[in-house]
């Protein structure tokens, strides 16, 4: 008896391997679903449009966009991390969810470690050094100077656990000095107050730099990536300035629930390397700020691994806790 029920097990077994063979040589055999944490009009709807098109006229089966938005996307990697691990749920992940929520709230329902099956990286983002134009500032060197001095400093953000939060947290720690945290609930109070010159400096993305700079509200005086930034190509970058370890970034990747086949998520991979590759979609991309950075997905796992223990220990070391 034992014997009939362990080769009916391994028999059980190869069938269903060969279905998961099967079922990822005719990947996509179906409309897929891409979900988004976040509501209509921000940066992962901008993206995903992009992301979805190129992947519906490549692959021939439809790729649509599912908002999902709610608990600073968490809301949407639940809904990921509990379907079936097929290749026809996915999610458009900022780097907040994959790597800074687990540490930032604690209480999880999913363990966004083990829960994704990393597929790609979309765009990365570095940030950009600002300070408001009312002061007297206008280098970078002028402005470690004042805030090594002792003078009273504030510095902005989105809100608690972004990554203009924790990028100022990290530098504050790395250059040595103090400055009060003032979060705001969102992008929009935040460009609003930089506009009003309540906050004294902050780290933003390009697009938001930009346009306060253009407004006259700010000076941006680093850029947090290795090369300079083709948005602000006179402001230096953190390595120039010699804090090669202060280079930071936030990304944008795709991911699928654990245990997708891996041809499937390999297809995946491959397919928006190609997509991305090409001017069209590409310039899309970066006309709204965005620079296209696809990746394989054992270098994905790397980044999201990296960027997991490096923030991780930014909100340990400096006591960072959701609202």
Known sequence: MRSMRRWCTLIGLAYLSISTVASAENYPARSVRVLTGYPPGGATDV?????????TSRLGQSFYLEGKPGAAGNLAGEILANAPPDGYTLYLAGMGVVVVNHALYGNMAYDPATAFAPIT????????LEVKAATKIATYQEFVALARS???????????????????????????????????????????????????WAFDVPSGTLTLQGGGFIKPLAVTSAARDATFPTVPTIVELGMPDLVMATWFALVAPARTPRAIVEQ??????????????????????????????????????????????????????AE
Not at 47 to 55: A, E, K, M, N, Q
């Open 121 to 128: 990286l979309l765009v990365r983002l570095p940030l950009v």
């Open 150 to 200: 002792g003078v009273r400093l504030n510095h902005g953000s989105p809100g608690i656990g972004t990554l203009p939060h924790l990028a100022a947290a990290l530098f504050t720690s790395r250059i040595g000095f103090e400055s009060a945290h003032v979060p705001y609930r969102g992008t929009g109070p935040f460009v609003s107050a930089m506009m009003q010159a309540e906050i004294d």
């Open 47 to 55: 993206i995903g449009r992009v992301l979805v098109d190129t992947l």
């Open 268 to 321: 995946l991979s491959r397919e928006v390397a190609k997509a991305l590759a090409v001017p069209e979609p590409a310039a899309r991309l970066r006309a709204l700020g965005y620079e296209p950075a696809t990746s394989t997905p054992d270098e994905t796992s790397a980044i999201f691994a990296a960027d997991r223990a490096r923030w991780g220990a930014v909100i340990k070391a400096n006591n960072i806790k």
